[in-house]
């Protein structure tokens, strides 16, 4: 179990440059990265659901006219409480944080926020944008798993999408490309496949796995997610369309 974070400012968090600000004050949309604080095996910190999030949400800004927030950090990370450094807030806690974050953006005259989500245990993130429709603000949640689907065939992944499920192909070759200082020696042998797991909300992930990991690590490459990444900001651009005033 990794039981570090990391020493490196997680991208979002840096002060804004000249050119971000300009491109802020004229945004109509806003991206809010969500990603959580939770084990992720021996070789990929514990900020990596966050780090990913923020990763895709400052490719995203980079390509398009949109107000990159700061990330929410710590999420529902429940199932992963056997392995020590995990913290987790509530379902509850995380749909207020994000509703009173489009509530201010809304009183400043930014109307659309699309969540950049980088963990797959925040389920209530769909509730919240099922019930801001018609509320005032337009809302999505990205990656879609269509978006997901196409960015997996483009980068070459390997692993079918429901077995790499957690520390696997997909967010080690992410960090490869994008931050390959944060990815300890280990993954090349770390793979765990556990496709039958139909009670992990009630059992947990340490039913289902001895180190964290749930997927084909060893799979990964910094070239896949090049691509990766390339395909999330391609797909980004049908939501824009769809949402942006």
Avoid at 13 to 21: A, G, I, R, V, Y
Avoid at 78 to 85: C, D, K, L, M, S
Avoid at 119 to 124: A, D, F, P, S, W
Avoid at 224 to 232: P, Q, Y
Wanted: glycine share 10%; hydrophobic share 40%; with cysteine.
């Amino acid at each position: 179990m990794s039981g570090w974070g990391t020493h490196e400012t997680a991208p979002g968090l840096l002060p804004l440059s000249t050119t971000e600000e300009t491109r802020a004050q004229r945004a109509d949309v806003a991206v809010l990265p969500i990603g959580s604080f939770e084990q992720h095996g021996a070789f990929l910190p514990l900020v990596t659901d966050t780090v990913i999030a923020c990763t895709i949400a400052g490719e995203i800004a980079a390509a398009y006219p949109v107000l990159h927030l700061p990330p929410v950090t710590i999420s529902c990370s429940h199932e992963h409480a056997a392995w020590p450094g995990t913290v987790s807030i509530s379902a509850t806690t995380l749909y207020a944080v994000v509703r009173d974050i489009a509530d201010s953006l809304r009183r400043s005259g930014i109307g659309t926020l699309i969540l950049v989500n980088g963990h797959g245990g925040n389920y209530v993130l769909r509730n919240v944008v099922q019930e801001s429709f018609g509320g005032g603000t337009r809302m999505a949640l990205f990656p879609g798993s269509a978006d997901w689907d196409a960015a997996r065939a483009r980068a070459g992944i390997q692993t079918p999408s429901h077995s790499d499920m957690h520390a696997g192909e997909v967010e080690t070759s992410i960090l490869l490309h994008a931050h390959p200082q944060l990815v300890r020696p280990g993954y090349e042998t770390s793979d765990c496949l556990a496709d039958d797991r139909k009670h992990l909300l009630s059992l947990g992930m340490s039913a289902f796995t001895e180190s964290g990991v749930i997927g084909r690590p060893s799979m990964a490459s910094a070239g896949k997610g090049k691509e990766l990444l390339a395909g999330l900001v391609d797909s980004f651009g049908e939501y824009l369309s769809l949402l942006a005033p």
